[in-house]
């Protein structure tokens, strides 16, 4: 159903762009827009970039941290009306299930190039693990642990597979579930000792700039290409119909790695997500012509003028 409500999806959004149709504004009820987020800081980047652009249209965004599983309930019981992070195929399963129950529809691939699976910091790199498969002669030094994410989330059940399949060699290791925070507090202090450490990395984020090395090897729980990822946006089954401009923004705004990687950044630092993502689309109002083509406020102006006014771009 996800896959071939995009074409209907497709056809409601295009026909808010037809003479007449242009600047019909959104029905009220569709001032909220409910969001969520996983606790994952590019995830919080994307939600503040649009609820900033939102905000600019006289919507208002609600949005809940709720972990991946939850996230994905909430969206098939239409307690959420649109989620930015469908991380893929990582969360293949999840998709299956709104799939089966036709409880939700792809809007728009917001984001390629992402990457998504185990790291090490360089120096264990250079000393000689760059692939899964090195991980289990060096047992001791990684003390037999694999760090990841929050309970529940797809990337944990693929590393706990990893370590159940004998062709590996992780018999005895065990998945340290944390947060990103979590594990990406652990990584630091590994890193100022050179202790050994293998951890769930990805791109875009921070992270990155801290010196780590993807693992090759792992192709079979996270995809070839070092676990290269698209990450979708998803709406409620029904949503596009009953909110078609909003719905139609959210099916334009497209982001890159490298955006994303600059907004995390500012997080990382303790900006405000919110302040962060005005700061970051005034220096670049550009990207605001093609999320914004054909999309009114709520009351139905022109949405462009509005939002660059809201910005002060």
Known sequence: MLRS??????????????PGAAFAADPAACKIVRMSDPGWSDITSTNALASTVLDGLGYTAKIETLGVPVGYQALANKQTDVFLGNWMPAQTKFRDELEAKKAADVLTKNLEGAKFTLAVPNYVAE?????????????DKFKSEIYGIEPGAPANTNIQSMIDAPAYGLKGWKLVDSSEQGMLAQVKRAERSKDWIVFLGWAPHPMNNMGITYLSGADEF????????????LARAGYAGECPNVAKLFSQMHFTVEMENEMMAALAEGTDPQKAAKSWLAKHPAVLEPWLAGVTTLDGQPGLAAVKAKIGA
């Open 5 to 18: 409500a995009r074409f209907a999806v497709a056809a409601l959004l295009a026909a808010a762009t037809l």
């Open 127 to 139: 000393a000689g693990v760059k692939d899964v498969k090195e991980l289990a002669a060096n047992a």
């Open 222 to 233: 996270f995809g070839p290409n070092y676990g290269g990822a698209e990450v979708y946006t």
